[in-house]
């Protein structure tokens, strides 16, 4: 059997190959499960390992020469289809884990029809999923992986020495993150200084959140970008390094609340009849609530990294990397 040669190891086709690799196997692991909906921690595995992909071919460019079938959009096509199943996963796993313990039983005949409307949603986009990832396409994103494993082509800068290039490489997504217009949402400026109000009340934070929804979510997705490439390079940076990486994943789990709670609002909505928009008003008033409670604890991340000393440590982190002990 032919064996692959990978570059050596200091180089930027090395990590690269390394990340392509293990994400897509991940991919593969879960296909079989997630196809014929065996679990649904199988369909979010599947996801993740999706998603990691896309960002490793992102994150990877300059050192990738890969096939058109495999390229970035294709991908994204795929982890767009597993993610709408998996949403309406989250949500059934909020409401009956979360929300209907607390409901009265005045309540309970209405969340029933949430939960029909539901399971009508979720059999569409299982079909959708299925077809999917039967269809050509998906295949072909396969089999083009699959070839470019075995047989890599790397880009013209894929021998530079890893060391060298990873500022490069990581503050481009850095300053991405930080440059996000989310993180003034309700900050108020004054001669360029940003002052955060910490006593918001619960109607201005839901108006707030009306109309900077999609913002903050933005962000969300961003944060979960940034720490998806910076994890695949612990091994360069020291414990400052890690203290960012969990305050990526803090950002994204606070504002992946915040919008976990407007989805499901809206997702009430849309499967109670319209005339009766005061249907479930606990379940309503919990999920104000959780999203009070996820804004809070968004806002010391926020204040943090609107300190330009935040800002300046975390380039300079990036800006000196270690001897890798790979």
Not at 77 to 90: E, M, N, S, T, Y
Not at 166 to 184: C, G, I, M, N
Not at 242 to 264: C, P
Not at 275 to 281: A, E, I, M, T, V
């Amino acid at each position: 059997m032919e064996k692959t040669v990978l570059p050596p190891a200091h180089t930027l086709a090395h990590w690269a190959y390394l990340a392509i690799d293990k994400h897509f196997q991940k991919i593969l692991k879960h296909e079989e499960d997630v196809l014929k909906d065996r679990d649904p921690e199988a369909l979010h595995q599947m996801r993740v390992g999706m998603r990691r992909l896309r960002s490793a071919v992102t994150g990877f460019a300059p050192a990738l020469d890969l096939p058109k079938a495999a390229q970035e959009k294709k991908i994204a096509q795929i982890a767009r289809i597993l993610g709408a199943l998996r949403d309406l996963d989250v949500l059934k796993e909020a409401l009956q884990n979360e929300y209907q313990p607390v409901l009265p039983h005045s309540e309970q005949k209405s969340l029933k029809t949430v939960f029909d409307y539901l399971e009508q949603e979720r059999k569409v986009a299982l079909s959708e999923m299925q077809s999917a990832l039967e269809h050509k396409s998906y295949q072909n994103l396969k089999q083009a992986v699959k070839k470019w494993l075995k047989h890599p082509n790397y880009g013209e800068l894929a021998q530079l020495p890893i060391r060298d290039v990873l500022p490069d490489l990581l503050l481009p997504l850095v300053s991405q993150l930080l440059l996000h217009p989310a993180w003034l949402v309700g900050v108020e400026s004054t001669a360029g200084e940003f002052h955060i109000s910490n006593s918001l009340s619960e109607d201005t934070v839901k108006e707030l959140l009306a109309a900077k929804g999609d913002v903050l979510h933005s962000l969300r997705k961003q944060a979960k970008r940034s720490r998806y490439q910076l994890e695949l390079f612990t091994d360069f940076y020291g414990p400052n390094y890690g203290i960012y990486l969990e305050d990526f994943q803090q950002i994204q789990k606070a504002l992946g609340n915040i919008q976990d709670t407007v989805v499901l609002a809206e997702f009430l909505t849309n499967a109670l009849d319209s005339k009766n928009k005061n249907q479930l008003p606990t379940l309503r008033d919990k999920l104000a609530q959780t999203t009070y409670q996820a804004w809070q604890e968004w806002q010391p991340l926020q204040q943090k990294y609107l300190l330009p000393e935040t800002r300046q440590a975390l380039h300079l982190e990036l800006l000196k990397p270690i001897s890798s002990s790979s």
